[in-house]
């Protein structure tokens, strides 16, 4: 009888040792569960926090789509705007009347709180800084409708910065791949005697592109000749960006400043409307560039422009964009400033002050945790309609805007 109490006992004890294992398990699988409800529950509330602040933009766009002033750079308008907090109205928001949040952050519990940011790479300002605003498709190039001689004008100089040894064999793959022929440029390709090569093989399009990371399919270019050594796309010079080989990229040349590849220059989206003359049906416009707002690599580039008059467009710009933004409404406003008449008539049909698509990245984002939605879209405005032509989910890319640091603002127009 001993015994058998002897040899229960040890079932008893181990019984009881599985039973606990099995709840502790159990425990950290609820927790686990909860965790993970509560992650995918806050991934959510930022990505709708972003997509309020596009909501809003719209809104803005409806009543001044043409308004620089309006989206371009306004970090009053666009920085940490407030979407929800449980603790504050909108209207009584501390991070906008402190213009920071600095303090919030110090704090060991910050209320919740969730804001937005439309952030954009300030191309042609100072270097490491960015806007807060938005920025018209028409700024670039449109890859399909722009002549040989001006993808020449705007590639050739952005592929020596690349160190590409031979910027013609881009260019020409490049023409060959929207042109309609079979029959390949000195050094350029054609599907039979390159694309159909390839393992696994394909055609080359010879037609136009649909969006700017098509050229991804073509002979010679590759993430690095897109996006250059911005691999997360926020025209900031980030560490990782200039130490060499040390960490990714591998390619960034460590010389203190940041290539941005040939992206922020093209685009496949920009088009407007024009009333036929004499009763006819309104015609599409691609491609022409908007003088109020594009770079100026962009407007250097254009056939007929020159780089003295491209400089003197760009620097009036931003003094009537002061002194009197009413005057950027029309074109002809860079006659105004001292640009020749023979050259604007060589150009005139190229250009706009129209904004009809526009390039929107957005961050979602709270006060109360350390996690962010990041997203652009390629938005279109028919009138008071705003239709979507392009959406993309960034936020694999990082967060990578400094935001809280007022090192990296400019608002410069």
Do not use: C
């Not at 569960?33 to 990505?47: C, S």
């Not at 308004?67 to 940490?80: G, K, N, Q």
């Not at 109205?89 to 009347?97: F, I």
Request: aromatic share 8%; hydrophobic share 40%; proline share 5%.
């Amino acid at each position: 009888m001993a015994a058998r109490r002897g040899f229960i006992l040890p079932v008893v004890l181990v019984v009881i040792g599985l039973l606990a294992l099995i709840l502790a398990g159990f425990t950290f699988f609820v927790r686990a569960e909860v965790a993970g409800t509560q992650a995918y529950r806050d991934a959510q509330q930022a990505r709708l926090a972003a997509e309020s602040g596009l909501e809003e933009l719209i809104t803005i766009l409806r009543e001044s789509p043409d308004d620089r002033t309006a989206w371009w750079d306004v970090p009053d308008r666009f920085r940490h705007a407030l979407v929800w907090s449980e603790a504050f109205e909108r209207e009584d928001d501390p991070v906008q009347r402190m213009g920071s949040r600095e303090e919030i952050l110090q704090e060991v519990a910050p209320p919740v709180a969730w804001r937005y940011s439309i952030v954009a790479p300030n191309t042609d300002g100072p270097e490491n800084t960015l806007r807060y605003g938005i920025t018209p498709e028409a700024s670039k190039l449109h890859l399909n409708a722009a002549s040989e001689t001006e993808i020449e004008a705007l590639l050739t100089p952005l592929l020596v910065d690349l160190e590409i040894d031979n910027p013609t064999e881009l260019i020409d793959a490049l023409l060959d791949w929207r042109d309609e022929d079979d029959e390949p440029r000195p050094e350029g390709a054609e599907s039979e005697d390159y694309y159909t090569l390839l393992k696994p093989g394909y055609y080359a399009k010879n037609g136009p592109f649909d969006t700017i990371e098509e050229l991804l399919l073509v002979q010679g270019f590759t993430a690095a000749v897109l996006y250059g050594e911005d691999t997360n796309r926020n025209g900031i010079l980030d560490p990782n960006e200039d130490d060499a080989e040390e960490s990714f990229p591998f390619y960034d040349n460590a010389d203190g400043r940041l290539n941005l590849g040939i992206a922020p220059f093209l685009t496949t989206w920009s088009r407007e409307a024009q009333a036929a003359q004499q009763g006819g049906q309104t015609q599409v416009v691609e491609g022409r560039i908007n003088v109020n707002t594009a770079s100026r690599r962009v407007l250097a580039a254009l056939d007929g422009m020159s780089a003295e008059a491209a400089d003197l467009i760009v620097a009036q710009r931003a003094e009537l964009a002061q002194s009197n933004p009413e005057a950027l409404q029309s074109k002809e406003w860079i006659q105004t400033v001292g640009v020749d008449p023979v050259l604007y008539e060589a150009i005139k049909n190229k250009i706009t002050t129209q904004a009809w698509q526009f390039h929107v990245e957005i961050l979602g984002y709270g006060d109360h945790l350390k996690l962010a939605h990041r997203a652009e879209w390629i938005l279109e405005m028919r009138g008071t309609l705003a239709q979507v032509l392009y959406h993309r989910d960034l936020t694999a890319l990082g967060f990578a805007w400094p935001i809280d640091e007022d090192t990296f603002l400019s608002e410069n127009f």
